[in-house]
């Protein structure tokens, strides 16, 4: 059996491990020069950035892309953070459990109750489910500010929007509740996908980079490079989204009602900002969420765990926010005046590195996080990676469940127990 795999993101490289390991002949196909898409180290100045991610994975060691890589036998070392996460906030770091002094018995009781609903399995359903997330926060538990702040820089930094439906907002936080916080991953983004990319081709798989994919011919069944190449298939996975792969098959191929579902899909787009600070580091293993900044949701310090992605002397900070409006310029001013009322020292010990921003050809996710995911209509073509997570899946914890369900639909492993 013949696979073609369009793009070597996150997405496209565990299948295509998967594939190969389950004999099936392998080719990815990469438009770029180089493998891992988002979730690729960037070297910039003798520091060690990320094409995306924040060399970190939502559930460190016990979630789904932890799993996966588990089952392929992949030697990468994930490092579960520890606290599981931090508050900044009224200028002051605290612990999750330092936090419920700013939320009143009854609020907590509430709160309580209400993760305990979670956890069993207790969603919202019909129209509940389709609420703002917040207000359903708020209607459960009550209109506290600190809590609302939390959801909201929570939001931002796990998803780059600041609201999500209410089903969504639940199953993200039984994903918590269930597999825990994150973990910094050893070496950064590319110890995981360079070694995706090992065993897709010790198990006699190929990787082909520079090889733009410019068309889908889903009647002879074979995908067709910008040089003319052609390369049949029996299986084909896309990891280049819904939208993209639609247009390399082309629209005729589809229905206007799915065409309208597709159109309507909207991506999530943010910054990220590359800090550089001077001496030890600061935070460690953890994640800080940011709840008095205009901008800022987050922020995580991947050297702690791999001084090498710092120069030395230095470590490396990675904030994050989600965009509230096109106005990039403006955006960047207030999340840089941010930057520097996190870190009042930065002037004088550090330097922003480097500013990413994520947004239209280019989002943090094709498919932002809350928005109906279905399996591809087209006879033997999956779709993987941002653009197909299932519900409650964050990041890559997403793409890791989407990539569970394109393998079961292929008779590939059972993973009925990863279901949110």
């Known amino acids: 059996m013949r696979a073609v795999v369009i793009g070597s993101g996150i997405g496209g490289l565990l299948t295509a491990s998967f594939l190969a390991k389950n004999g099936y002949e392998v080719t990815v196909l990469e438009k770029s020069p180089r493998i891992g898409g988002r979730f690729a180290n960037l070297p910039y100045g003798g520091f060690g950035l990320s094409t995306g991610a924040f060399h970190m994975i939502p559930h460190g060691e016990d979630g789904p892309l932890a799993h996966l890589l588990r089952l392929l036998g992949a030697k990468v070392q994930i490092v579960n953070s520890d ?132 068309e889908v011919d889903v009647g002879e069944k074979k995908a067709i490079t910008a040089d003319g190449e052609e390369f049949p298939y029996d299986v084909l996975v896309s990891n280049v989204g819904i939208k993209e792969t639609v247009e390399l098959i082309g629209r005729d191929n589809f229905d206007r009602d799915y065409l309208k579902r597709v159109d309507a899909l909207r991506p999530s787009e943010g910054i990220k900002y590359n800090v550089a600070l001077k001496g030890k580091p600061r935070v460690g293993n953890t994640v800080v969420f940011t709840l008095d900044t205009e901008r800022i949701n987050g922020y995580n310090e991947p050297s702690s765990l791999s001084p090498e992605l710092a120069k030395e002397g230095y470590t490396l900070i990675m904030l994050h926010h989600a965009l509230q409006s096109k106005n990039v310029k403006a955006e960047r001013r207030k999340g840089i005046e941010d930057v520097y009322r996190i870190f009042p020292e930065l002037e004088r010990e550090g330097e922003i590195l480097l500013v990413q921003t994520y947004l239209d050809g280019n989002p943090v996710n094709r498919v932002a996080s809350g928005q109906a995911v279905e399996d591809f209509p087209v006879s033997d073509v999956y779709v993987v990676g941002d653009a197909f997570r299932p519900p409650g899946g964050i990041e890559v914890e997403g793409i890791a469940l989407g990539v569970m369900r394109t393998l079961e639909r292929l008779g590939i492993g059972d993973f009925r127990g990863w279901s949110l």
Do not use: H
Request: proline residues 3%; aromatic residues 10%.
């Open 83 to 214: 606290p599981k996460g931090m508050i900044l906030y009224e200028g002051r770091l605290m612990t999750y459990r330092e936090g419920w002094k700013y939320v009143s018995f009854l609020e907590k009781a509430r709160a309580l109750k209400l993760m305990a609903d979670v956890k069993r399995g207790k969603l919202p359903k019909g129209e509940e489910a389709g609420i703002s997330g917040r207000e359903w926060i708020r209607e459960r538990v009550g209109d506290n500010e600190f809590i609302d702040l939390f959801f909201q820089s929570f939001l931002g930094w796990a998803d780059s929007v600041l609201d999500v439906p209410a089903g969504e907002l639940a199953r993200e936080i039984r994903a918590a509740l269930k597999w825990g916080g994150p973990g910094l991953i050893k070496g950064g983004c590319s110890a995981v996908t360079d070694e995706l990319a090992r065993i897709v081709e010790r198990n006699g798989g190929r990787i082909l980079t520079r090889k733009n994919v410019v």
